[in-house]
């Protein structure tokens, strides 16, 4: 067995029995993994895809085959108006909610020099206004208690060139979450960002060339490309007890990439 493969086990005491999850863009990448893992956990997962119905479906099959609960939705983040139906929906379908992931999320690198303003709606649409949107619709349904936990990268601490309107949308995700667990303090709600380094996702492979790829498992300490699961065992801590007393943080799951 080698080091990629050995993964630790997942805690069999199911920390997130009985609670409720929706995870935006669990249809594929690091929102699959995280659904995966909560409903290992014990939590019902809701899923939301945006176009692709048949992998979203794929996520709550294979939740399913594990004896786990699972649902997906459709949902364009990016729209204020899909943000409330889908709380309408799932209130309906399940009554409540007690963890929330912002993982939906795009990417498009360029120069400055070729960016155009479009390109910084079409990013800003997604990773800022859909997870802005769907927080203000979830909190509707959001327990006291309840956790928050947003998606980040870790470009969005570090200089790439060609990353700064995603590199941006990603702090800006940062400074919300450290000023709504503030907000929210009152109500017992923790709210954390997750920023992964590079992870074998589809947009790890549309962003990067193979001479990248390879520079960055060179840059890494653990020395590989980290995986979805990689994230999603960071996310469960958070989502459960465990994790009652960390909020308004931004916690790196990257590898040692940018140390």
Known sequence: MTLVEAKPAVDSSKRLAGKIALVTGGSRGIGAGIAQRLAQEGATV????????????????DIEKAGGKALAIKADVALSG???????????????????????????GGSVEDIEIDQYQRIFDVNVKGVIATTIAALKILSNGGRII??????????????SVYSASKAALDTLTRIWAQDLGSRKITVNSVA???????????????????AMIAKTA????????????????????????????VISADGGINI
């Open 46 to 61: 809701a899923v939301t895809y945006n176009k692709n119905g048949d992998a979203a479906n794929q996520v709550v099959k």
């Open 196 to 214: 992964p380094g590079t992870t074998a996702t589809d947009m790890y492979n549309q962003a990067l060339n193979d001479e990248q790829k390879a």
């Open 82 to 108: 899909d943000a409330d139906k889908l709380i309408a929906e799932l209130k309906n379908a399940v009554g409540k909610i007690d963890i929330l992931i912002n993982n939906a999320g795009v990417f498009e």
């Open 222 to 249: 653990l020395g590989r490309v980290g995986e979805p699961d990689d994230i999603a065992a960071v996310v469960a801590f958070l989502a459960s007890d465990d994790g009652r007393w960390v909020t308004g943080a």
């Open 150 to 163: 947003n998606i980040s990268s870790g470009a969005a601490k570090v200089t790439m060139p060609g990353f």
